[in-house]
Protein backbone atom coordinates (compact mmCIF):
# COMPACT_ATOMS: atom_id res chain seq x y z
CA UNK A 1 0.00 0.00 0.00
CA UNK A 2 1.22 3.60 -1.14
CA UNK A 3 0.78 6.13 1.70
CA UNK A 4 1.30 10.20 1.05
CA UNK A 5 1.81 12.40 4.13
CA UNK A 6 0.93 15.87 3.21
CA UNK A 7 1.45 18.82 4.97
CA UNK A 8 -0.22 22.15 4.18
CA UNK A 9 0.87 24.70 6.44
CA UNK A 10 0.96 28.04 4.28
CA UNK A 11 -2.22 29.58 5.90
CA UNK A 12 -0.03 32.17 7.82
CA UNK A 13 1.83 33.40 5.15
CA UNK A 14 -1.21 33.21 2.84
CA UNK A 15 -2.84 30.13 1.39
CA UNK A 16 -1.11 27.71 -0.48
CA UNK A 17 -1.07 28.52 -4.28
CA UNK A 18 -3.78 26.92 -6.48
CA UNK A 19 -0.97 25.90 -8.29
CA UNK A 20 0.52 24.03 -5.59
CA UNK A 21 -2.78 22.67 -4.55
CA UNK A 22 -3.90 21.10 -7.81
CA UNK A 23 0.09 19.66 -7.92
CA UNK A 24 -0.96 17.60 -4.57
CA UNK A 25 -3.96 16.64 -5.65
CA UNK A 26 -2.80 15.34 -8.70
CA UNK A 27 0.22 13.56 -6.34
CA UNK A 28 -2.26 11.97 -4.29
CA UNK A 29 -4.13 10.39 -6.89
CA UNK A 30 -0.94 8.06 -6.60
CA UNK A 31 -1.75 7.08 -3.24
CA UNK A 32 -3.48 4.48 -1.66
CA UNK A 33 -3.66 6.32 1.53
CA UNK A 34 -2.91 10.18 2.10
CA UNK A 35 -2.28 11.37 5.54
CA UNK A 36 -3.54 15.76 5.39
CA UNK A 37 -2.22 18.01 8.15
CA UNK A 38 -3.21 21.19 7.99
CA UNK A 39 -1.38 23.64 10.37
CA UNK A 40 -2.93 26.89 10.99
CA UNK A 41 -5.94 27.91 8.89
CA UNK A 42 -9.38 28.70 9.85
CA UNK A 43 -11.82 25.67 9.75
CA UNK A 44 -13.81 27.48 6.68
CA UNK A 45 -10.47 27.49 4.58
CA UNK A 46 -9.34 24.01 5.62
CA UNK A 47 -13.09 22.73 4.12
CA UNK A 48 -12.38 25.15 1.23
CA UNK A 49 -9.00 23.19 0.41
CA UNK A 50 -10.68 19.65 1.23
CA UNK A 51 -13.81 20.87 -1.14
CA UNK A 52 -11.24 21.09 -3.83
CA UNK A 53 -9.87 17.69 -2.84
CA UNK A 54 -13.04 15.97 -3.43
CA UNK A 55 -14.48 18.12 -6.58
CA UNK A 56 -11.09 16.58 -8.22
CA UNK A 57 -13.02 13.43 -7.55
CA UNK A 58 -9.34 12.34 -5.71
CA UNK A 59 -10.02 8.11 -4.69
CA UNK A 60 -7.32 7.86 -2.31
CA UNK A 61 -8.66 7.18 1.25
CA UNK A 62 -7.76 10.71 3.33
CA UNK A 63 -7.24 11.37 6.66
CA UNK A 64 -7.32 14.67 7.93
CA UNK A 65 -6.14 16.58 11.18
CA UNK A 66 -5.57 19.83 12.54
CA UNK A 67 -2.61 20.91 14.06
CA UNK A 68 0.65 19.85 13.61
CA UNK A 69 1.29 16.23 13.06
CA UNK A 70 4.42 14.02 12.50
CA UNK A 71 5.22 12.34 9.43
CA UNK A 72 4.41 8.74 10.73
CA UNK A 73 6.87 6.02 9.46
CA UNK A 74 5.96 3.99 5.75
CA UNK A 75 5.01 7.28 4.82
CA UNK A 76 6.56 9.24 1.78
CA UNK A 77 6.52 13.26 3.15
CA UNK A 78 5.23 16.69 0.80
CA UNK A 79 4.67 20.20 2.09
CA UNK A 80 2.39 22.59 0.44
CA UNK B 1 -28.59 -8.94 23.59
CA UNK B 2 -25.86 -6.72 24.91
CA UNK B 3 -27.69 -4.79 28.05
CA UNK B 4 -25.86 -1.89 28.92
CA UNK B 5 -24.34 0.35 29.17
CA UNK B 6 -23.04 1.49 26.13
CA UNK B 7 -19.98 3.32 25.34
CA UNK B 8 -20.95 4.12 21.78
CA UNK B 9 -24.61 5.14 20.95
CA UNK B 10 -25.82 5.45 17.18
CA UNK B 11 -28.42 7.13 16.21
CA UNK B 12 -30.68 9.70 14.24
CA UNK B 13 -33.26 12.24 14.03
CA UNK B 14 -36.68 11.06 13.79
CA UNK B 15 -37.33 11.49 10.07
CA UNK B 16 -34.95 8.42 9.74
CA UNK B 17 -35.56 6.58 13.02
CA UNK B 18 -38.86 5.36 11.77
CA UNK B 19 -40.83 2.76 9.34
CA UNK B 20 -42.60 5.13 7.89
CA UNK B 21 -45.91 3.01 8.27
CA UNK B 22 -43.99 0.00 6.52
CA UNK B 23 -44.40 2.36 3.46
CA UNK B 24 -40.41 3.25 2.74
CA UNK B 25 -42.25 5.82 -0.09
CA UNK B 26 -43.66 7.95 2.82
CA UNK B 27 -40.31 8.76 3.84
CA UNK B 28 -39.78 11.00 1.01
CA UNK B 29 -42.49 13.66 2.70
CA UNK B 30 -39.75 14.33 5.06
CA UNK B 31 -37.79 15.95 2.05
CA UNK B 32 -39.85 18.76 1.45
CA UNK B 33 -41.91 21.33 4.03
CA UNK B 34 -45.36 20.48 4.95
CA UNK B 35 -47.94 20.96 2.61
CA UNK B 36 -51.79 21.40 3.79
CA UNK B 37 -51.21 19.88 6.74
CA UNK B 38 -49.01 21.69 9.87
CA UNK B 39 -45.58 20.19 10.43
CA UNK B 40 -46.46 18.08 13.63
CA UNK B 41 -49.04 15.55 11.58
CA UNK B 42 -47.25 16.09 8.55
CA UNK B 43 -43.94 14.29 10.13
CA UNK B 44 -46.18 11.39 12.08
CA UNK B 45 -47.31 10.35 8.59
CA UNK B 46 -44.46 10.75 7.09
CA UNK B 47 -42.23 9.28 10.06
CA UNK B 48 -44.10 8.07 12.85
CA UNK B 49 -42.05 7.17 15.77
CA UNK B 50 -40.94 3.54 15.84
CA UNK B 51 -41.25 0.87 19.12
CA UNK B 52 -38.30 0.79 21.37
CA UNK B 53 -37.16 -1.76 23.96
CA UNK B 54 -37.49 -1.04 27.39
CA UNK B 55 -33.59 0.97 27.18
CA UNK B 56 -35.06 2.79 23.95
CA UNK B 57 -33.49 0.52 21.31
CA UNK B 58 -35.60 0.77 17.79
CA UNK B 59 -36.91 -2.46 16.99
CA UNK B 60 -36.11 -1.63 13.45
CA UNK B 61 -33.61 0.74 12.45
CA UNK B 62 -31.73 2.02 9.60
CA UNK B 63 -29.83 -0.30 7.55
CA UNK B 64 -26.41 1.82 7.59
CA UNK B 65 -26.91 2.04 11.45
CA UNK B 66 -27.25 -1.75 12.02
CA UNK B 67 -24.21 -1.96 10.20
CA UNK B 68 -22.05 0.15 12.12
CA UNK B 69 -24.10 -1.37 15.41
CA UNK B 70 -22.58 -4.88 13.81
CA UNK B 71 -19.14 -3.87 13.30
CA UNK B 72 -18.48 -2.00 16.42
CA UNK B 73 -20.51 -5.02 18.61
CA UNK B 74 -18.02 -7.38 16.17
CA UNK B 75 -14.84 -5.70 17.87
CA UNK B 76 -16.29 -5.93 21.24
CA UNK B 77 -16.99 -2.34 21.70
CA UNK B 78 -20.21 -1.79 23.60
CA UNK B 79 -22.55 0.07 21.02
CA UNK B 80 -25.85 0.45 20.41
CA UNK B 81 -28.49 1.60 18.14
CA UNK B 82 -30.63 4.13 20.37
CA UNK B 83 -34.27 6.24 19.37
CA UNK B 84 -33.47 9.58 19.74
CA UNK B 85 -36.12 10.06 22.32
CA UNK B 86 -33.97 7.47 24.59
CA UNK B 87 -30.11 9.41 24.33
CA UNK B 88 -30.42 11.16 27.45
CA UNK B 89 -30.11 8.48 30.13
CA UNK B 90 -27.47 6.76 28.16
CA UNK B 91 -25.84 9.66 27.22
CA UNK B 92 -24.67 9.73 30.73
CA UNK B 93 -21.95 7.12 30.57
CA UNK B 94 -21.66 7.09 26.79
CA UNK B 95 -18.07 8.08 25.13
CA UNK B 96 -19.39 8.53 21.68
CA UNK B 97 -22.38 9.50 19.41
CA UNK B 98 -22.17 8.26 16.25
CA UNK B 99 -24.57 9.73 13.90
CA UNK B 100 -25.44 9.02 10.57
CA UNK B 101 -27.65 10.43 8.12
CA UNK B 102 -29.51 10.95 4.45
CA UNK B 103 -30.31 14.29 4.08
CA UNK B 104 -28.55 16.49 7.64
CA UNK B 105 -29.03 20.19 5.69
CA UNK B 106 -31.03 19.79 2.92
CA UNK B 107 -28.95 19.82 -0.01
CA UNK B 108 -29.30 16.54 -1.55
CA UNK B 109 -32.18 15.63 -4.11
CA UNK B 110 -34.72 15.81 -3.69
CA UNK B 111 -35.08 18.41 -0.53
CA UNK B 112 -32.65 20.93 -2.12
CA UNK B 113 -35.77 20.52 -4.96
CA UNK B 114 -38.24 21.20 -2.97
CA UNK B 115 -36.37 24.00 -1.14
CA UNK B 116 -36.04 26.19 -4.09
CA UNK B 117 -39.58 25.37 -5.66
CA UNK B 118 -41.64 26.68 -2.43
CA UNK B 119 -38.80 28.63 -0.44
CA UNK B 120 -39.32 26.82 2.80
CA UNK B 121 -37.17 24.38 4.87
CA UNK B 122 -37.68 20.86 4.66
CA UNK B 123 -38.68 19.12 7.58
CA UNK B 124 -35.56 16.37 7.18
CA UNK B 125 -33.19 19.65 8.12
CA UNK B 126 -35.24 21.25 10.81
CA UNK B 127 -35.59 17.95 12.39
CA UNK B 128 -31.83 16.91 12.36
CA UNK B 129 -31.28 21.00 14.03
CA UNK B 130 -33.14 19.88 16.78
CA UNK B 131 -31.76 16.79 17.42
CA UNK B 132 -28.03 17.69 17.22
CA UNK B 133 -29.19 20.45 19.90
CA UNK B 134 -30.78 18.60 22.11
CA UNK B 135 -29.63 19.77 25.62
CA UNK B 136 -28.24 16.32 26.85
CA UNK B 137 -25.97 16.01 23.83
CA UNK B 138 -24.75 19.70 24.85
CA UNK B 139 -24.42 18.59 27.95
CA UNK B 140 -22.60 15.72 27.09
CA UNK B 141 -20.63 17.15 24.49
CA UNK B 142 -18.99 19.33 27.56
CA UNK B 143 -18.28 16.33 29.79
CA UNK B 144 -16.33 14.99 26.91
CA UNK B 145 -18.46 12.89 24.37
CA UNK B 146 -17.03 12.71 20.96
CA UNK B 147 -19.64 13.07 18.14
CA UNK B 148 -19.11 11.24 15.02
CA UNK B 149 -21.13 11.91 11.69
CA UNK B 150 -21.33 9.49 8.44
CA UNK B 151 -23.63 8.30 6.12
CA UNK B 152 -24.28 9.53 2.73
CA UNK B 153 -24.87 12.98 3.52
CA UNK B 154 -21.58 13.42 5.03
CA UNK B 155 -20.38 15.38 2.52
CA UNK B 156 -22.51 18.26 3.30
CA UNK B 157 -20.58 18.96 6.54
CA UNK B 158 -17.77 20.55 4.92
CA UNK B 159 -20.48 23.04 3.32
CA UNK B 160 -21.13 23.80 6.93
CA UNK B 161 -18.19 24.94 9.25
CA UNK B 162 -20.05 26.90 10.98
CA UNK B 163 -22.54 24.03 12.39
CA UNK B 164 -19.32 22.40 12.16
CA UNK B 165 -17.62 23.99 14.70
CA UNK B 166 -20.60 25.22 16.83
CA UNK B 167 -22.19 21.92 17.32
CA UNK B 168 -18.78 20.32 18.29
CA UNK B 169 -18.49 17.50 15.53
CA UNK B 170 -15.24 15.57 16.32
CA UNK B 171 -15.24 13.53 13.08
CA UNK B 172 -16.99 13.65 9.23
CA UNK B 173 -16.60 10.08 7.64
CA UNK B 174 -17.55 10.07 4.02
CA UNK B 175 -17.54 6.66 2.59
CA UNK B 176 -18.33 2.96 3.34
CA UNK B 177 -17.41 2.83 6.80
CA UNK B 178 -18.24 -0.55 7.91
CA UNK B 179 -14.55 -1.28 8.55
CA UNK B 180 -12.84 1.66 9.46
CA UNK B 181 -15.25 3.06 12.25
CA UNK B 182 -14.01 0.38 14.29
CA UNK B 183 -10.38 2.24 14.26
CA UNK B 184 -11.96 5.56 14.67
CA UNK B 185 -14.28 4.37 18.12
CA UNK B 186 -11.22 2.55 19.49
CA UNK B 187 -8.93 5.78 18.89
CA UNK B 188 -11.72 7.88 20.42
CA UNK B 189 -12.31 5.35 23.45
CA UNK B 190 -8.58 5.28 24.52
CA UNK B 191 -8.92 9.07 23.98
CA UNK B 192 -6.13 9.05 21.29
CA UNK B 193 -6.48 12.11 18.76
CA UNK B 194 -9.29 11.97 15.99
CA UNK B 195 -8.91 12.79 12.00
CA UNK B 196 -11.29 15.72 11.67
CA UNK B 197 -12.35 14.55 8.07
CA UNK B 198 -12.10 11.02 6.59
CA UNK B 199 -12.86 9.97 3.05
CA UNK B 200 -12.66 6.39 2.92
CA UNK B 201 -11.53 5.77 -1.28
CA UNK B 202 -11.25 2.11 -3.07
CA UNK B 203 -8.56 1.11 -0.95
CA UNK B 204 -10.30 1.60 2.27
CA UNK B 205 -14.07 -0.12 1.22
CA UNK B 206 -14.69 -3.10 3.04
CA UNK B 207 -13.76 -6.22 0.68
CA UNK B 208 -16.65 -8.51 0.83
CA UNK B 209 -15.52 -10.32 3.38
CA UNK B 210 -15.16 -7.78 5.87
CA UNK B 211 -18.41 -6.26 5.73
CA UNK B 212 -20.48 -7.11 8.88
CA UNK B 213 -24.18 -8.63 8.94
CA UNK B 214 -26.35 -6.52 10.60
CA UNK B 215 -27.52 -8.27 13.94
CA UNK B 216 -31.20 -6.30 14.56
CA UNK B 217 -33.60 -6.14 12.40
CA UNK B 218 -33.82 -2.61 9.75
CA UNK B 219 -36.44 -0.62 8.60
CA UNK B 220 -38.50 -2.24 6.56
CA UNK B 221 -36.47 -5.44 6.24
CA UNK B 222 -34.31 -3.64 4.01
CA UNK B 223 -31.48 -5.95 3.27
CA UNK B 224 -28.30 -5.27 0.77
CA UNK B 225 -27.36 -7.63 -1.92
CA UNK B 226 -24.77 -5.47 -3.74
CA UNK B 227 -23.01 -2.73 -3.14
CA UNK B 228 -21.10 -0.09 -6.38
CA UNK B 229 -22.90 0.42 -9.90
CA UNK B 230 -20.57 -0.27 -13.22
CA UNK B 231 -22.04 2.36 -15.60
CA UNK B 232 -19.97 5.52 -14.50
CA UNK B 233 -22.62 8.14 -14.96
CA UNK B 234 -20.86 11.28 -14.02
CA UNK B 235 -22.89 12.27 -11.76
CA UNK B 236 -23.55 9.88 -9.44
CA UNK B 237 -20.95 8.72 -6.72
CA UNK B 238 -21.53 5.09 -6.02
CA UNK B 239 -19.78 4.60 -9.46
CA UNK B 240 -16.75 5.51 -7.47
CA UNK B 241 -17.48 2.19 -5.26
CA UNK B 242 -16.03 -1.10 -5.93
CA UNK B 243 -18.55 -3.51 -7.31
CA UNK B 244 -19.35 -6.28 -4.42
CA UNK B 245 -22.15 -9.04 -4.73
CA UNK B 246 -22.84 -10.67 -1.22
CA UNK B 247 -23.42 -14.45 -1.52
CA UNK B 248 -27.06 -15.74 -0.65
CA UNK B 249 -25.05 -16.74 2.80
CA UNK B 250 -24.70 -13.65 3.46
CA UNK B 251 -28.16 -12.69 2.68
CA UNK B 252 -29.93 -15.26 3.80
CA UNK B 253 -28.10 -14.84 7.09
CA UNK B 254 -29.65 -11.30 6.94
CA UNK B 255 -33.26 -12.32 6.08
CA UNK B 256 -33.14 -14.59 8.71
CA UNK B 257 -32.39 -11.51 11.65
CA UNK B 258 -35.58 -9.52 10.15
CA UNK B 259 -37.97 -12.56 10.35
CA UNK B 260 -36.74 -13.49 13.55
CA UNK B 261 -37.40 -10.22 14.76
CA UNK B 262 -40.57 -9.59 13.53
CA UNK B 263 -40.35 -7.68 10.58
CA UNK B 264 -42.67 -9.05 7.77
CA UNK B 265 -41.50 -7.48 4.75
CA UNK B 266 -38.20 -7.50 2.74
CA UNK B 267 -36.48 -4.73 0.51
CA UNK B 268 -33.93 -5.89 -1.48
CA UNK B 269 -31.18 -3.06 -1.74
CA UNK B 270 -29.05 -2.73 -4.14
CA UNK B 271 -27.99 0.04 -7.12
CA UNK B 272 -29.40 -2.32 -9.39
CA UNK B 273 -30.96 -5.25 -7.93
CA UNK B 274 -31.48 -6.64 -11.49
CA UNK B 275 -27.32 -7.05 -11.71
CA UNK B 276 -27.32 -9.20 -9.03
CA UNK B 277 -24.95 -12.17 -10.36
CA UNK B 278 -24.99 -10.19 -13.54
CA UNK B 279 -22.76 -10.92 -16.47
CA UNK B 280 -21.46 -6.93 -16.60
CA UNK B 281 -24.28 -5.30 -17.22
CA UNK B 282 -26.73 -8.00 -18.44
CA UNK B 283 -28.85 -9.67 -16.01
CA UNK B 284 -29.04 -13.75 -15.77
CA UNK B 285 -31.78 -15.65 -14.69
CA UNK B 286 -30.27 -18.09 -12.70
CA UNK B 287 -28.91 -15.89 -9.80
CA UNK B 288 -31.76 -13.63 -9.39
CA UNK B 289 -34.39 -16.19 -9.68
CA UNK B 290 -32.18 -18.32 -6.50
CA UNK B 291 -32.59 -14.73 -4.87
CA UNK B 292 -36.26 -14.71 -4.72
CA UNK B 293 -36.72 -18.18 -4.18
CA UNK B 294 -34.27 -17.59 -1.10
CA UNK B 295 -36.34 -14.27 -0.16
CA UNK B 296 -39.62 -16.34 -0.33
CA UNK B 297 -38.90 -18.37 2.11
CA UNK B 298 -39.00 -15.82 4.34
CA UNK B 299 -41.13 -12.77 3.10
CA UNK B 300 -44.78 -12.60 1.29
CA UNK B 301 -43.83 -8.93 0.79
CA UNK B 302 -40.93 -8.76 -0.79
CA UNK B 303 -40.10 -5.60 -3.43
CA UNK B 304 -36.64 -3.68 -4.72
CA UNK B 305 -34.99 -0.53 -3.97
CA UNK B 306 -33.95 0.55 -7.36
CA UNK B 307 -33.30 -1.02 -11.09
CA UNK B 308 -31.86 0.36 -14.11
CA UNK B 309 -34.53 0.50 -16.78
CA UNK B 310 -31.46 -0.81 -19.51
CA UNK B 311 -31.98 -4.10 -17.36
CA UNK B 312 -35.34 -4.10 -17.22
CA UNK B 313 -35.40 -4.31 -20.91
CA UNK B 314 -32.56 -6.43 -21.58
CA UNK B 315 -33.69 -9.05 -18.56
CA UNK B 316 -37.33 -9.22 -20.65
CA UNK B 317 -35.98 -9.24 -24.36
CA UNK B 318 -33.06 -12.04 -23.89
CA UNK B 319 -35.16 -14.35 -21.14
CA UNK B 320 -38.75 -12.85 -20.08
CA UNK B 321 -36.82 -12.66 -16.76
CA UNK B 322 -39.63 -9.79 -15.94
CA UNK B 323 -42.38 -11.63 -16.10
CA UNK B 324 -41.28 -14.59 -14.71
CA UNK B 325 -39.68 -12.40 -11.23
CA UNK B 326 -43.28 -10.85 -11.33
CA UNK B 327 -45.07 -14.05 -11.26
CA UNK B 328 -42.61 -15.09 -8.16
CA UNK B 329 -43.56 -12.31 -6.38
CA UNK B 330 -46.88 -11.43 -7.11
CA UNK B 331 -49.27 -14.13 -7.51
CA UNK B 332 -52.32 -12.17 -7.20
CA UNK B 333 -53.11 -9.87 -10.10
CA UNK B 334 -54.11 -7.16 -7.20
CA UNK B 335 -50.25 -7.23 -6.43
CA UNK B 336 -47.78 -4.75 -7.31
CA UNK B 337 -44.52 -3.72 -6.08
CA UNK B 338 -42.83 0.18 -6.84
CA UNK B 339 -39.08 0.66 -7.18
CA UNK B 340 -37.17 3.65 -7.96
CA UNK B 341 -35.64 4.07 -11.68
CA UNK B 342 -33.33 7.16 -12.93
CA UNK B 343 -34.51 9.03 -16.51
CA UNK B 344 -32.56 11.73 -15.38
CA UNK B 345 -32.84 13.04 -19.30
CA UNK B 346 -34.89 12.58 -22.31
CA UNK B 347 -32.10 14.41 -23.97
CA UNK B 348 -29.44 11.91 -25.87
CA UNK B 349 -26.63 14.78 -26.47
CA UNK B 350 -26.42 15.15 -22.65
CA UNK B 351 -26.85 11.58 -21.83
CA UNK B 352 -24.03 10.85 -24.02
CA UNK B 353 -22.09 13.49 -22.24
CA UNK B 354 -22.93 12.39 -18.62
CA UNK B 355 -24.04 8.75 -18.73
CA UNK B 356 -22.58 7.25 -21.83
CA UNK B 357 -23.45 3.55 -20.51
CA UNK B 358 -26.77 3.57 -18.91
CA UNK B 359 -28.57 2.78 -21.99
CA UNK B 360 -26.31 -0.36 -22.09
CA UNK B 361 -25.71 -2.91 -23.65
CA UNK B 362 -27.92 -1.01 -25.81
CA UNK B 363 -26.81 2.61 -27.59
CA UNK B 364 -26.89 5.19 -25.68
CA UNK B 365 -28.52 7.17 -28.53
CA UNK B 366 -31.44 5.44 -28.05
CA UNK B 367 -32.08 5.80 -24.40
CA UNK B 368 -35.49 7.56 -24.95
CA UNK B 369 -36.80 3.96 -26.92
CA UNK B 370 -35.05 2.21 -23.68
CA UNK B 371 -37.09 4.07 -21.31
CA UNK B 372 -40.60 3.63 -23.12
CA UNK B 373 -40.03 0.53 -23.80
CA UNK B 374 -38.91 -0.68 -19.88
CA UNK B 375 -41.89 1.34 -18.77
CA UNK B 376 -44.34 -0.54 -20.61
CA UNK B 377 -42.63 -3.91 -20.01
CA UNK B 378 -42.81 -3.02 -16.06
CA UNK B 379 -46.36 -1.93 -16.75
CA UNK B 380 -47.27 -5.43 -18.14
CA UNK B 381 -45.15 -6.96 -15.10
CA UNK B 382 -47.68 -5.09 -12.07
CA UNK B 383 -44.31 -3.14 -11.08
CA UNK B 384 -44.31 0.60 -10.68
CA UNK B 385 -41.56 2.59 -11.58
CA UNK B 386 -41.13 5.82 -9.36
CA UNK B 387 -38.66 7.28 -11.68
CA UNK B 388 -36.36 10.57 -11.15
CA UNK B 389 -35.23 13.04 -13.87
CA UNK B 390 -32.77 15.71 -13.25
CA UNK B 391 -32.68 19.37 -13.71
CA UNK B 392 -30.31 21.90 -14.41
CA UNK B 393 -27.52 19.45 -15.31
CA UNK B 394 -24.31 21.77 -16.40
CA UNK B 395 -24.12 22.49 -19.28
CA UNK B 396 -28.14 21.40 -20.10
CA UNK B 397 -29.98 23.40 -22.47
CA UNK B 398 -33.24 24.86 -23.23
CA UNK B 399 -33.48 21.89 -25.98
CA UNK B 400 -32.37 19.79 -23.38
CA UNK B 401 -35.24 20.25 -21.16
CA UNK B 402 -37.85 20.15 -24.09
CA UNK B 403 -36.66 16.80 -24.81
CA UNK B 404 -37.31 15.36 -21.69
CA UNK B 405 -40.72 17.17 -21.75
CA UNK B 406 -41.88 15.34 -24.55
CA UNK B 407 -40.65 11.62 -22.98
CA UNK B 408 -42.29 12.56 -19.81
CA UNK B 409 -45.24 12.81 -22.26
CA UNK B 410 -44.45 9.55 -24.38
CA UNK B 411 -44.44 7.70 -20.88
CA UNK B 412 -48.47 9.13 -20.35
CA UNK B 413 -49.90 5.95 -20.46
CA UNK B 414 -47.44 3.91 -18.47
CA UNK B 415 -48.43 3.29 -14.68
CA UNK B 416 -45.57 5.20 -12.93
CA UNK B 417 -44.60 8.19 -10.82
CA UNK B 418 -41.93 10.92 -12.21
CA UNK B 419 -39.93 13.02 -9.77
CA UNK B 420 -38.00 15.89 -10.96
CA UNK B 421 -34.62 16.64 -9.45
CA UNK B 422 -33.26 19.79 -9.69
CA UNK B 423 -29.22 19.65 -9.90
CA UNK B 424 -27.50 22.17 -7.03
CA UNK B 425 -24.11 21.93 -8.88
CA UNK B 426 -21.95 22.07 -5.69
CA UNK B 427 -19.74 25.18 -6.02
CA UNK B 428 -23.38 27.19 -5.41
CA UNK B 429 -23.73 25.52 -2.15
CA UNK B 430 -21.23 28.10 -1.16
CA UNK B 431 -23.72 30.74 -1.47
CA UNK B 432 -25.29 30.48 1.56
CA UNK B 433 -28.76 31.78 -0.46
CA UNK B 434 -28.51 28.89 -2.83
CA UNK B 435 -32.27 27.62 -2.32
CA UNK B 436 -33.05 31.26 -3.73
CA UNK B 437 -32.06 29.84 -7.47
CA UNK B 438 -35.28 30.03 -9.58
CA UNK B 439 -36.21 27.64 -12.53
CA UNK B 440 -36.34 28.53 -16.36
CA UNK B 441 -39.41 28.41 -18.17
CA UNK B 442 -38.71 25.49 -19.72
CA UNK B 443 -37.47 23.76 -16.30
CA UNK B 444 -41.03 25.05 -15.17
CA UNK B 445 -42.60 23.57 -17.97
CA UNK B 446 -40.75 19.78 -17.30
CA UNK B 447 -42.03 19.93 -13.76
CA UNK B 448 -45.38 21.06 -14.55
CA UNK B 449 -46.01 17.69 -17.04
CA UNK B 450 -44.12 15.13 -14.39
CA UNK B 451 -46.94 17.09 -12.20
CA UNK B 452 -49.86 16.42 -14.27
CA UNK B 453 -48.77 12.89 -14.87
CA UNK B 454 -48.40 12.09 -11.03
CA UNK B 455 -51.51 13.68 -10.19
CA UNK B 456 -53.21 11.42 -13.60
CA UNK B 457 -51.82 8.34 -11.52
CA UNK B 458 -51.09 8.77 -8.02
CA UNK B 459 -55.14 8.16 -7.22
CA UNK B 460 -54.69 4.51 -8.44
CA UNK B 461 -51.81 4.26 -7.48
CA UNK B 462 -52.45 5.66 -3.56
CA UNK B 463 -55.58 2.88 -3.54
CA UNK B 464 -52.92 0.00 -3.67
CA UNK B 465 -49.89 1.52 -1.71
CA UNK B 466 -52.14 2.96 1.31
CA UNK B 467 -54.39 -0.34 1.33
CA UNK B 468 -53.35 -1.67 4.77
CA UNK B 469 -51.69 1.23 6.23
CA UNK B 470 -53.47 2.91 9.76
CA UNK B 471 -56.47 4.63 8.60
CA UNK B 472 -56.09 8.05 10.11
CA UNK B 473 -52.92 8.19 8.14
CA UNK B 474 -54.32 6.85 5.22
CA UNK B 475 -57.73 9.53 5.05
CA UNK B 476 -54.81 12.54 6.40
CA UNK B 477 -52.68 11.40 2.86
CA UNK B 478 -55.92 11.20 0.83
CA UNK B 479 -57.06 14.78 1.96
CA UNK B 480 -53.50 16.01 0.84
CA UNK B 481 -53.59 14.52 -2.31
CA UNK B 482 -57.06 15.92 -3.26
CA UNK B 483 -56.11 19.28 -2.51
CA UNK B 484 -52.98 19.01 -4.17
CA UNK B 485 -54.86 18.29 -7.31
CA UNK B 486 -57.31 21.50 -6.66
CA UNK B 487 -54.67 23.84 -6.03
CA UNK B 488 -53.15 22.29 -9.50
CA UNK B 489 -56.66 22.86 -10.72
CA UNK B 490 -56.67 26.37 -9.64
CA UNK B 491 -53.40 27.37 -10.85
CA UNK B 492 -53.86 26.08 -14.18
CA UNK B 493 -51.49 23.43 -14.19
CA UNK B 494 -53.20 20.36 -15.31
Keep these: ?37 FEGGSVNEIFEILRQMICANVTSTLMVYFGKKTCPEGYDEISV | MEEGP ?3 LISTDR ?77 KSAKVLAIGHHDYFAMGPPSSEWWVLTGKEPVNSKNFRKFIQKPEIKSAKKSGLKIIVGGPAAWQWLWMPEAFEKWGVDTIVEGEADRLIVDLVENALSGKPLPKYVRIG ?35 SVTLKPMRCYTLEMIERELQVNASEGVRRCLLHAEDVLLYGADGIKPRPEPLINLHNIVKKYFNDVCWSHVSLSAVKYAEENSSLITRLSELLLPSEHDMIGVEVGIETGSTRLAEKLMPTKASPYPINSWPEVVKDAFAIMHEARIIPAATIIIGFPGESAEDVMKTTELVEDLREFRSLIVPMYFVPLGALKNKDWYRTKPSEEQMELMKTCLRHDLLWISRISDWYLKDINPLARILLRSVLFSVKKLAEWYRLL
Design chain 2, 202 to 236: VEGSPKLEEIPLIKHASVNGLVEVMRGCPRGCRFC
Design chain 2, 6 to 8: FDV
Design chain 1, 1 to 37: MRRLFLKISAMKGGNPTQERLENAMKLMSRYDQVLIS
Design chain 2, 15 to 91: TLMSNHHGKEFLGFMTTGPPVVLPETLWTAIAAPKIKVDRLGRPLEAPYGLRKIEAALTNAGIRAAVIDPDYLKKHL
